[in-house]
């Protein structure tokens, strides 16, 4: 199959023609005048290396009990309907995995799936490092479900353990949660301090260790002038951002009809903190863009468990950040690029490069096409957005999925 149109990557955009086999999923040729296309977009449209989402949360494990707010299949789903190509789970599950034994038994749940997914394993106060290699998810504070650390410096004793190895962390202070859990409002039980302390904590264990880290969800100014400076010392240390530390902050809350649509860990910020992420995304100071997809159901997020669904609107809100003047190139990189090298380096395959050899998936956007976000358009089996209402400046009109289309 030949496809042809405006293709952009971390490096440039440019018209050419993508021919690929819909059987080994691979890209076979890159070039102007390859053949007659089978599928041909006009210059409306930018087609970008599949979409890969590394911070996402599926709900399915092997004891099954919270697969009524989501599955990999209908997580799977959802993401098409956002130009994902390629998702990583998240552990905290009832059942997490935690060892080889459950590791694999997850893993086989994700072959259901119509998408690229890879696991992580998680880090807790008694676990110790797989015999194969996996990405790494450790929470500093109370998540959803029991795998957390409840006190600062028990990290000291385990992370040192998984030396070499990848980590994300969730960076909140589980000393200074416990310190602030009495104060009146969510953001306040969270403030600043908490993440900023966190990330401070783990760089220091993880530079000690060798241990290549990431920041998830990073929502604060100082949060992100931290990593900046380990990087400036040479520490290997990324960070990513999230849709809605983006796009709201604690006032858009505050305002709310439904406040707790937007409760999320970390919570929203003010918007000097907002403005700041989103200028140095602008900047390239950013690695991943991501959702922290947390599909709860509406009954729950009214009674308060924090997270928002927000995997269909994906490559909706990569319009708007366009609109307001990221660069194509920045966005190839955040969302193609550094996720497509992770979640290769664990699947021994070539991800989120248009070029002979890679895997043959897709993102295409009509930038001149409006779409306005209705409940019945999602597809994550929670049922619900907190974009409901919300027009964005362009579209996901097709996903390629390893060669296979699905058409939106």
């Known amino acids: 199959m030949i496809l042809e149109g405006t293709f952009v990557t971390h490096e440039k955009t440019f018209k050419t023609q993508v021919k690929f086999d819909s059987e080994t999923g691979l890209i076979q040729e890159v070039g102007e005048n390859i053949g007659n296309a089978d599928l041909t977009f006009d210059s409306n449209h930018k087609i970008f290396p ?100 409840d006190k600062d410096e028990k990290i000291n004793n385990i992370i040192p353990k998984y030396k070499d190895n990848f980590i994300s962390f969730h960076c909140e202070s589980a000393d200074l949660l416990k310190e602030n859990e ?103 100071n950013v690695d991943y863009l991501t959702t922290d997809h947390a599909p709860h159901t509406l009954k729950e997020n009214k009674e308060g468990i924090s997270g928002l669904p927000l995997l269909d609107t994906y490559g909706l809100f990569v319009t708007w950040l366009l609109k307001q003047g990221i660069n194509e190139q920045i966005i190839a990189k955040v969302c193609s690029y550094n996720p497509g090298k992770l979640f290769g380096e664990f699947r021994g395959e070539k991800f989120g490069e248009i070029k002979e050899g890679f895997i043959a998936s897709f993102t295409i956007l009509n930038l001149s096409k409006e779409h306005t976000v209705k409940q019945e358009d999602i597809k994550s089996k929670c049922a619900w957005s907190p974009f409901e209402g919300t027009t964005f400046p362009g579209s996901v009109v097709m996903t390629i999925v390893r060669g296979k289309h699905y058409k939106i």
Do not use: W
């Open 182 to 284: 009495n104060q009146p409002t969510h953001e306040e039980k969270r403030p600043e301090v908490c993440e900023v302390n966190a990330i401070t904590h783990a760089m220091k264990v993880c530079k000690e260790n060798n241990i290549r880290m990431n920041v998830a969800h990073l929502s604060t100014k100082a949060g992100l002038l931290e990593v900046l400076r380990g990087k400036k010392e040479g520490q290997t240390v990324t960070s990513e951002v999230c849709h809605h530390h983006l796009y709201y902050t604690e006032d858009t809350k505050d305002k709310s009809t439904n406040p707790s649509f937007l409760q999320m860990n970390p919570p929203l910020r003010k918007e000097e903190d907002r403005k700041f992420l989103f200028e140095q995304l602008k900047l390239g």
């Open 50 to 149: 599949g979409f890969i989402d590394i911070h996402v949360h599926c709900r399915e494990d092997v004891s099954q009990t919270q697969s009524y707010k989501e599955d990999f299949v209908t997580a799977s789903q959802a993401a098409i309907m956002g130009g994902v190509t390629g998702m990583m789970d998240m552990p905290n599950n009832p059942k997490p995995p935690i060892d080889d034994k459950s590791y694999y038994a997850k893993k086989e749940l994700t072959k259901k799936g119509i998408i690229d997914i890879l696991l992580y394993a998680g880090i807790g106060p008694n676990t110790n490092p797989l015999s194969f290699k996996v990405p790494y998810k450790a929470y500093m504070g109370p998540s959803v479900g029991d795998l957390f650390f």
